[in-house]
């Protein structure tokens, strides 16, 4: 940008072709802009409190804006009277967070109060505000209107006053400070010199309230180790005697407690002597009732056993075993014929055989049927 500077009464050069005058030092609004930009900072007035604040109005989800006067980057709005604000429909399903912004239009050419809506989410957070270092908007922000799910009507507790804060509006303060430095030096020279003197007549005072101040703390410091020291004493010596007491009772009361389970444990121990004693005696009469009323029918079982075997046990009981395989061998042979075999004997008992000495054989069927 190059150099500039205003503002001057300008002199006509010209005439345009619209016939409006051409001047030598016509400047636009930004010039002015500039100017304030670099006095006094973004915000609403501190003064009064309600400038530009932002009310429930009571009713549906309707603001009221008091009257106030805002800066937004060099360019001011000014408003007399109540204004009045309406909300979007409030969220059904999640919450929101609307501002109410005070917007510099450089499109319009026009500083606005407005509600930018937000977007509703289980954690909401407001809208984020426009503020290019050049561009076609910046915004300030003069309060978050938080909605809930469904909500109807918008209550005070639901707006956050963020006029104060400087990091999205702020107070319109002056951007230059001035000190004159030699008023400034008096000042502090004359409050060193007041404080000098009252700190040398009041220091005599400091010192006396600090001794009486310390030898008062001293004497109820000791008074209360005196008393503290007689009362732990006292303490000591009734726990003492109360446990030398309890000691006394207890040793008593486990000496009575020896003594009866001593006599309770030698009379089980006879008990138990006398029954293990009786169930010894009645098992060794039962072993010795069974010897007698048993041995003899073993030794005759033995005997008749020993008269089947003979002399030569292990033969005579391999025959009978190989006569038993040949009986179910022979029945397992007929059951699978399905005809039922047998030898032929005489009235006298003996088996009729053939030419070689072979006993015929007579068969019919298991079912009943020929085959």
Same mark, same amino acid.
């Given at each position: !940008?190059?150099?500039?500077? @205003?503002?001057?009464?300008?002199?006509?050069? @010209?005439?345009?072709?619209? @016939? *409006?005058?051409?001047? %030598?030092?016509?400047?636009?609004? %930004?010039?002015?802009?500039?100017?304030?930009?670099?006095?006094?900072?973004?915000?609403?007035?501190?003064? #009064?409190?309600?400038?530009?604040?932002?009310?429930?109005?009571?009713?549906?989800?309707?603001?009221?804006?008091?009257?106030?006067?805002?800066?937004?980057?060099?360019?001011?709005?000014?408003?007399?009277?109540?204004?009045?604000?309406?909300?979007?429909?409030?969220?059904?399903?999640?919450?929101?967070? %609307?501002?109410?912004?005070?917007?510099?239009?450089?499109?319009?050419?026009? /500083?606005?109060?407005?509600?930018?809506?937000?977007?509703?989410?289980?954690? #909401? /957070?407001?809208? =984020?505000?426009?503020? #290019?270092?050049?561009?076609?908007?910046?915004?300030? +922000?003069?309060?978050?209107?938080?909605?809930?799910?469904?909500?109807? /009507?918008?209550?005070?507790?639901?707006?956050?006053?963020?006029? #104060?804060?400087?990091?999205?509006?702020?107070?319109?303060?002056?951007?230059?400070?001035?000190?004159?430095?030699?008023?400034?030096?008096?000042?502090?020279?004359?409050?060193?010199?007041?404080?000098?003197?009252?700190?040398?007549?009041?220091?005599?005072?400091?010192?006396? *309230?600090?001794?009486?101040?310390?030898?008062?703390?001293?004497?109820?410091?000791?008074?209360?180790?005196?008393?503290?020291?007689?009362?732990?004493?006292?303490?000591?010596?009734?726990?003492?005697?109360?446990?030398?007491?309890?000691?006394?009772?207890?040793?008593?009361?486990?000496?009575?407690?020896?003594?009866?389970?001593?006599?309770?444990?030698?009379?089980?121990?006879? =008990?138990?002597?006398?029954?293990?004693?009786?169930?010894?005696?009645?098992?060794?009469?039962?072993?010795?009732?069974?010897?007698?009323?048993?041995?003899?029918?073993?030794?005759?079982?033995?005997?008749?056993?020993?008269? !089947?075997?003979?002399?030569?046990?292990?033969?005579?009981?391999?025959?009978?075993? %190989?006569?038993?395989?040949?009986?179910?061998?022979?029945?397992?042979?007929?059951?699978?014929?399905? *005809?039922?075999?047998?030898?032929?004997?005489?009235?006298?008992?003996?088996?009729?055989?053939?030419?070689?000495?072979?006993?015929?054989?007579?068969?019919?069927?298991? +079912?009943?049927?020929?085959?």
């Amino acid at each position: !940008m190059a150099f500039r500077f @205003g503002y001057f009464d300008s002199e006509i050069t @010209g005439i345009d072709d619209e @016939g *409006m005058p051409i001047f %030598d030092r016509a400047e636009t609004s %930004d010039l002015f802009a500039l100017l304030f930009a670099n006095l006094v900072s973004d915000g609403v007035l501190a003064l #009064p409190s309600n400038c530009f604040r932002v009310r429930a109005a009571g009713n549906g989800l309707n603001l009221e804006l008091d009257p106030g006067f805002g800066m937004v980057k060099g360019h001011f709005c000014y408003n007399d009277e109540v204004d009045h604000l309406t909300i979007e429909s409030a969220p059904q399903q999640y919450n929101r967070i %609307d501002r109410v912004v005070m917007r510099c239009n450089y499109l319009e050419r026009m /500083v606005e109060i407005l509600i930018k809506t937000g977007i509703e989410a289980a954690n #909401p /957070v407001p809208p =984020e505000l426009i503020r #290019p270092a050049a561009g076609d908007y910046f915004e300030l +922000c003069l309060a978050n209107i938080r909605l809930t799910a469904g909500q109807k /009507v918008i209550t005070q507790s639901s707006i956050t006053d963020t006029r #104060p804060d400087s990091a999205v509006c702020g107070y319109i303060t002056q951007l230059i400070d001035h000190l004159d430095t030699a008023v400034f030096f008096e000042q502090l020279n004359k409050f060193y010199e007041e404080f000098v003197d009252k700190s040398n007549t009041s220091y005599k005072e400091f010192t006396q *309230m600090a001794a009486d101040a310390f030898k008062a703390f001293t004497d109820d410091i000791s008074q209360y180790i005196a008393t503290l020291k007689q009362d732990s004493t006292d303490a000591y010596n009734n726990l003492l005697n109360t446990m030398n007491s309890f000691y006394t009772t207890l040793s008593q009361q486990g000496k009575d407690l020896h003594d009866q389970y001593s006599a309770e444990l030698s009379e089980y121990l006879t =008990e138990l002597e006398t029954k293990g004693n009786n169930d010894l005696l009645a098992i060794t009469q039962q072993l010795i009732l069974f010897k007698s009323t048993n041995e003899a029918a073993f030794l005759e079982w033995f005997e008749h056993i020993k008269g !089947m075997l003979g002399e030569d046990p292990a033969g005579k009981l391999q025959i009978q075993v %190989d006569a038993l395989t040949a009986q179910l061998e022979d029945t397992q042979s007929m059951l699978i014929s399905g *005809m039922v075999r047998a030898k032929l004997k005489t009235d006298q008992n003996d088996f009729i055989t053939d030419s070689t000495g072979k006993p015929l054989l007579i068969g019919w069927p298991i +079912c009943g049927c020929n085959k």
